[in-house]
């Protein structure tokens, strides 16, 4: 069975500073692999995801996240954070046969002055 | 393009009263999905369906019910709210499976039960 987790409820970095959080993985079988958003009172959207191919998958709004297969990890980056980048990020993995999509529990990103 | 559409935006619920959730797309994708949201716990999926005419259970099905008669729709009723169900529940489609399983959300409906 797949899970997700997220390490960190909530993230604080300086604008200007670099974002980086961290999503681990389990998987019997080659995942899929997601970020998603969720900015206040809004639904989700999709940040970036892996499917095959290369490991380092750009997004919109400047995040990047790699797929490392030894460490069964997802992290998302991005160089410089903005004040726009504040919401809450939630890492995914679904199965290459799956009908579903398993969420992590959300990380909650917070940019300061 | 609406995309998906979830009616009500909010409500507030008497225990014990029946409620469904409306969530409609625009985008003929086969698969749908309700899931809710509670602080601390992520989403979680309640119901899905891979396409009309087929439901399957999620990760929290008991006290819903779904229906899947074509492939616009895909309602959500609780026959008899508690409390408990006091969430923000969301709607999502998907093109279908595997590497189609890129998931689009609807706004959200913001569910009260007292």
């Known amino acids: 069975a797949q899970s997700v987790t997220q390490l960190g409820s909530h993230v604080s970095v300086s604008e200007g500073a670099l974002v980086l959080l961290r999503c681990n993985y389990s998987s019997s079988v080659p995942p899929y692999l997601f970020w998603y958003v969720q900015y206040p009172n809004q639904g989700l959207q999709l940040l970036l995801k892996?499917?095959?191919?290369?490991?380092l998958v750009k997004g919109i709004n400047g995040f990047e996240a790699e797929f490392k297969k030894s460490e069964t990890s997802f992290h998302l980056t991005k160089p410089s954070a903005h004040m726009s980048d504040a919401a809450e990020y939630f890492c995914?993995?679904?199965?290459?046969?799956?009908?579903?999509?398993?969420f992590g529990k959300g990380t909650r990103l917070h940019i300061l002055p | 393009i609406a995309g998906i559409t979830q009616a009500p935006t909010s409500q507030i619920l008497a225990a014990g009263r029946r409620m469904t959730l409306r969530c409609t797309q625009d985008m003929r994708h086969n698969a749908m999905y309700w899931y809710r949201q509670d602080l601390g716990l992520g989403l979680r999926l309640i119901h899905y369906?891979?396409?009309?005419?087929?439901?399957g259970k999620g990760e929290v099905p008991d006290g819903y019910s779904v229906s899947r008669a074509n492939t616009d729709d895909f309602p959500l009723t609780l026959a008899s709210a508690v409390p408990s169900q006091t969430s923000v529940y969301f709607c999502?489609?998907?093109?279908?499976?595997?590497?189609?399983?890129?998931?689009?959300f609807g706004p959200g409906t913001r569910l009260t039960v007292l």
């Open positions: 369906s891979n396409t009309a005419g087929t439901t």
């Open positions: 892996y499917t095959t191919g290369a490991t």
């Open positions: 995914a993995v679904s199965d290459r046969s799956g009908d579903k999509i398993i």
């Open positions: 999502a489609s998907s093109a279908g499976r595997g590497v189609y399983n890129e998931q689009f």
